[in-house]
């Protein structure tokens, strides 16, 4: 077990050294270009339509100051590149002193497994089954689960200052069809609150992928929160309290989940030297229960997570994206360790004990830019598994993900993405299976 917690510890330094020479190197060739990719969302947020409800004719200071209220929805602290496009519509109230979009994006995927199916809609590599099953070899399958709707509300008050709302569904809930709610948050100057993206996650940080589960170590946990995000120059700073939602190991024989009474504590510090241009460092703190059931009694450990995670763009045409994160009890907020239950496992020579496993993921990837509209991306993540006593063993130890695609938009708004997946899971008993799949994508944003 030591010779794993020294392997995690070289995977830390190696992605340091990374980050540290990505942004040593890539702020000051990108500081005097516009690149391709800002050329691409200037050209989607113009395509937007503003309408007065009365109709009275625009002045061009007017229509610049619109400009950039609409750029925001593409250079947000916390914006996905599956999010859904500025919307097509935008109603200006009279006054002109609010701004409403509503929008939305229809979005079919489909793909083809073989040598292996994974049972499920997403490329999660801890899904693979060990040993194959001979009945799920091959698969074909489609899914409209991507498809949203959103409104946002963007305004200033003499009291209130800047603020929005903004609320966002997705059919990705019943049976992959339901209806189900994504976000819904309001924001009043430096503060955020409601059902909104983790203050430890960093979605701008992952490469775009056209399948919907990303890399392995994606942190894309949305809760119910309360955070505090001011801006001083090229520097931000965030605390948040959120809702916690833990995965908890517990047999209901020698150990049961007690109810949650802590909320969870995130914080991040960012310099941003350009417009959707940073480095991070966040972290959270969970607080993680449960009752010896033998000993009669309740027991809380101590959960956290730290992420260091990057984009930039060196260079005109290319973006590089980095995450890299690490802790322990914090594996219900990680992609691959979601299907693994790790926030809280069994101490096999205690019984009646939990205790919270370390993990570790990373995920490098780059996007290059043919044109501006059109452009291919490819990545690389892992994410381990780190316990500190013996598992059983299939318990996952690790899992992988190679991804290679590439996006093209015809016309505006239409885009449209092929893409090639192979992943692997190991367990600790040493048994390994691979995964492959070819994806594709149709969306249309309005």
């Not at 709707?149 to 209130?160: A, E, H, M």
């Not at 059919?171 to 203050?199: C, E, I, M, P």
């Amino acid at each position: 077990m030591m010779s794993e917690r020294f392997e995690g510890f070289r995977f830390i330094w190696r992605i340091m050294a990374v980050v540290a020479a990505m942004f040593a190197v890539g702020a000051p060739l990108s500081s005097g270009q516009e690149t391709a990719v800002d050329e691409q969302l200037d050209s989607l947020s113009r395509r937007s339509k503003v309408m007065v409800i009365d109709g009275t004719p625009l002045t061009q200071h007017e229509i610049d100051s619109l400009q950039r209220i609409v750029n925001m929805f593409y250079y947000d602290q916390f914006r996905h590149s599956q999010d859904p496009d500025a919307p097509y519509f935008l109603f200006l109230s009279k006054s002109s002193d609010m701004m409403m979009g509503i929008g939305g994006t229809v979005r079919m995927r489909g793909w083809y497994d073989w040598g292996g199916a994974i049972p499920a809609n997403g490329f999660a590599p801890a899904l693979i089954p060990i040993p194959a099953n001979p009945a799920q070899m091959r698969k074909f399958g489609t899914t409209a689960a991507g498809v949203a709707l959103f409104l946002r509300v963007i305004g200033r008050n003499r009291i209130l200052g800047n603020y929005q709302l903004y609320v966002e569904t997705n059919f990705n809930g019943y049976q992959g069809h339901g209806l189900k709610l994504k976000k819904a948050y309001a924001q009043v100057r430096d503060f955020t609150v409601g059902l909104a993206t983790s203050t430890f996650s960093d979605p701008a940080a992952v490469p775009p992928t056209v399948d919907a589960q990303g890399p392995t170590n994606k942190l894309a946990k949305s809760s119910v929160l309360l955070r505090y995000m001011p801006s001083f120059g090229r520097f931000s700073f965030g605390i948040s309290a959120e809702t916690p939602d833990a995965s908890v190991g517990a047999d209901n024989v020698a150990t049961t989940a007690t109810s949650a009474w802590l909320p969870d504590g995130a914080a991040l510090v960012q310099y941003e030297w350009l417009p959707g241009q940073h480095v991070r460092l966040s972290g959270i703190v969970r607080s993680l229960g449960y009752r010896n059931l033998l000993e009669k009694e309740n027991i809380n450990k101590l959960g956290w997570g730290v992420q260091l995670s990057s984009v930039a763009r060196p260079l005109r045409q290319v973006t590089t994206y980095l995450t890299f994160n690490y802790g322990k009890g914090y594996g219900s907020l990680a992609n691959d360790l979601i299907a693994v239950v790790t926030d809280l496992i069994a101490e096999p020579d205690r019984p009646g004990y939990l205790y919270a496993p370390r993990s570790l993921g990373y995920c490098a990837g780059v996007q290059y830019n043919f044109l501006r509209n059109l452009f291919g991306t490819v990545q690389f993540s892992q994410t381990r598994l780190l316990p500190a006593s013996s598992v059983a063993p299939d318990t996952y130890k690790y899992g992988w993900c190679m991804t290679v695609n590439a996006f093209w938009n015809p016309i505006e708004r239409l885009q449209i993405g092929a893409e090639f997946n192979l992943g692997m899971r190991k367990n600790f008993s040493g048994q390994h299976r691979h995964a492959r799949r070819i994806g594709a994508l149709a969306q249309f944003s309005f």
